[in-house]
């Protein structure tokens, strides 16, 4: 009996083990059947579907037509991206409306000459489509790159301000008719109005300086020629050797403001300076020999006093007194020597007679010089540039007297309040400066002067101002 019971237990268990075996197998079984069929899909081409009819889209991105209102929409929405970039300081690229376009500006297929070129298409060219691409936002250069001339892009409203911004050159704006002055308003360089063809006097007449003309490349010769003197040419950094080549003589050098040790760096000998109206110390400072001295006939007492001298000459002054100091001048002492000896105040050396052009080179800064009581007209030709002018405190009204223009002014960063303090007017800063509407806006102008000055309403909206303001305020007209 214990047997069979032994037996059935058994078969049993056996049962149970099958089982759950036989469980394991198929769950096995299905997984590899799965996994199988699931690679083939991965692997095999894809299963297609069939449309009865294909899908309605009237209107794509790069199709050979767009619809009208599809066209439209999406000018818009590429416009306002664009804007929301702008102020970002980001990128946005434009969705095209149709092939070879993006928005409004033509595209071209192929670019085969060195700079891409467009067919104009006169119709694009109207005062008409001009108007509404600037009203739009469209700038100078994209309209050139269309084919419309500058003559034309001038007559529909563009400034000479957002032409120069756009990167049109002073030589294509001269071309249209610009004269020296609105282009050196305009900010242009000096070396861009000579590279355009303005000749040198016309250059000296609408206010470069010497030192300006220097920095385009103007040679001492060519300076004398345009009317300079030579004390402006000393200020502006022409050395005396230049000045010497060109035929200036050197009584003319000395009244410049030339030093013995300049000339003498130019080769001129000492009978030269002697007979000019150097003193024997300044000749002995400058360097020349006993045996050169003689030659001037100057005598050996005089000589041996004279180094006896020099030998003061040579120490820096006791104090920072303005007599001290300018006995150190009459007696060749240099600014630089002085300021790394004492560090005299800037005023001290202004009173005794050292030039804003001598102070700079010795190191004093344009603060330094303007506490000194310089004037900005002083500075401007010891060869300031306008941003350091104004990093010292001076207002745009002194650099506009000392014939900064409104273009330099604007661009180092003066605001609209600046410029109208010095005397511009919102149509001056608006024709021959590059600042925007915006910069208006934010320097609290009303709407009304900007409309007066010719601003779009466009312009004006897009510079943020609500649209019922810039559409209720009509212009003010000025009678002619």
């Known amino acids: 009996m214990s047997t069979e019971k032994l037996k059935k237990s058994k078969s049993s268990k056996f049962r149970s083990l099958a089982v759950f075996l036989a469980v394991v197998v198929l769950f096995v079984g299905l997984g590899l059947m799965l996994w199988s069929i699931n690679r083939k899909n991965m692997e095999g081409p894809h299963g297609t579907v069939r449309l009865q009819t294909a899908p309605n889209i009237m209107s794509q991105p790069g199709a050979s037509e767009a619809s009208e209102e599809f066209a439209r929409l999406q000018r818009q929405q590429n416009l306002e991206a664009a804007r929301r970039a702008e102020a970002l300081g980001t990128s946005a690229?434009?969705?095209?409306?149709?092939?070879?376009?993006?928005?409004?500006?033509?595209?071209?297929?192929?670019?085969?000459?060195?700079?891409?070129?467009?067919?104009?298409?006169?119709?694009?060219?109207?005062?008409?489509?001009?108007?509404?691409?600037?009203?739009?936002?469209?700038?100078?250069?994209?309209?050139?790159?269309?084919?419309?001339?500058?003559?034309?892009?001038?007559?529909?409203?563009?400034?000479?301000?957002?032409?120069?911004?756009?990167?049109?050159?002073?030589?294509?704006?001269?071309?249209?008719?610009?004269?020296?002055?609105?282009?050196?308003?305009?900010?242009?360089?000096?070396?861009?109005?000579?590279?355009?063809?303005?000749?040198?006097?016309?250059?000296?007449?609408?206010?470069?300086?010497?030192?300006?003309?220097?920095?385009?490349?103007?040679?001492?010769?060519?300076?004398?020629?345009?009317?300079?003197?030579?004390?402006a040419l000393d200020l502006a950094g022409v050395s005396a050797q230049d000045l010497k080549k060109a035929g200036v003589s050197v009584e003319?050098?000395?009244?410049?403001?030339?030093?013995?040790?300049?000339?003498?760096?130019?080769d001129f000998n000492a009978l030269d300076l002697s007979?000019?109206?150097?003193?024997?110390?300044?000749?002995?400072?400058?360097?020349?020999?006993?045996?050169?001295?003689?030659?001037?006939?100057?005598?050996?007492?005089?000589?041996?006093?004279?180094?006896?001298?020099?030998?003061?000459?040579?120490?820096?002054?006791?104090?920072?007194?303005?007599?001290?100091?300018?006995?150190?001048?009459?007696?060749?002492?240099?600014?630089?020597?002085?300021?790394?000896?004492?560090?005299?105040?800037?005023?001290?050396?202004?009173?005794?007679?050292y030039p804003a052009v001598a102070l700079k080179d010795a190191g004093y800064t344009p603060a330094d010089l303007k506490l000194a009581n310089f004037t900005s007209g002083d500075l401007v030709a010891a060869g300031l540039m306008p941003e350091e002018l104004k990093s010292a405190g001076f207002s745009a009204l002194e650099l506009r007297q000392a014939g900064v223009t409104l273009g330099e002014l604007a661009q180092v960063g003066f605001l609209p309040h600046d410029l109208f303090g010095a005397g511009f007017s919102v149509s001056d800063i608006k024709d021959f400066s590059s600042l925007p509407p915006e910069a208006f806006k934010k320097d609290g102008v009303p709407v009304g002067q900007l409309k007066q000055a010719g601003y779009t309403n466009g312009e004006l909206i897009r510079a943020g101002y609500a649209t019922e303001d810039v559409v209720d305020v009509a212009p003010k007209t000025t009678p002619e």
């Open 93 to 231: 690229v434009p969705t095209i409306t149709s092939k070879g376009h993006v928005g409004e500006d033509i595209i071209p297929e192929e670019d085969t000459s060195e700079q891409r070129k467009v067919a104009p298409n006169p119709e694009d060219c109207t005062p008409e489509k001009l108007q509404l691409a600037r009203e739009a936002g469209v700038r100078a250069s994209e309209l050139e790159c269309k084919g419309c001339t500058i003559g034309e892009i001038r007559q529909a409203g563009y400034t000479l301000g957002e032409m120069a911004e756009s990167g049109f050159t002073a030589r294509e704006l001269r071309a249209a008719g610009y004269t020296a002055e609105a282009l050196r308003n305009a900010g242009f360089s000096a070396g861009a109005l000579s590279i355009a063809g303005f000749s040198l006097n016309t250059l000296r007449d609408v206010g470069y300086t010497a030192a300006q003309l220097k920095e385009a490349g103007v040679g001492a010769g060519d300076l004398i020629q345009a009317g300079y003197d030579i004390g």
């Open 275 to 353: 007979s000019a109206g150097y003193s024997v110390p300044e000749l002995v400072t400058a360097g020349y020999s006993n045996q050169a001295l003689a030659q001037a006939n100057i005598s050996a007492v005089d000589i041996a006093k004279a180094r006896e001298l020099a030998g003061d000459l040579g120490k820096p002054p006791k104090n920072c007194d303005p007599d001290t100091l300018t006995k150190a001048r009459l007696e060749g002492g240099l600014a630089g020597a002085i300021k790394e000896a004492l560090n005299c105040p800037p005023e001290n050396m202004k009173k005794a007679g």
């Open 252 to 266: 003319a050098l000395k009244t410049g403001g030339y030093t013995a040790a300049e000339l003498k760096n130019a």
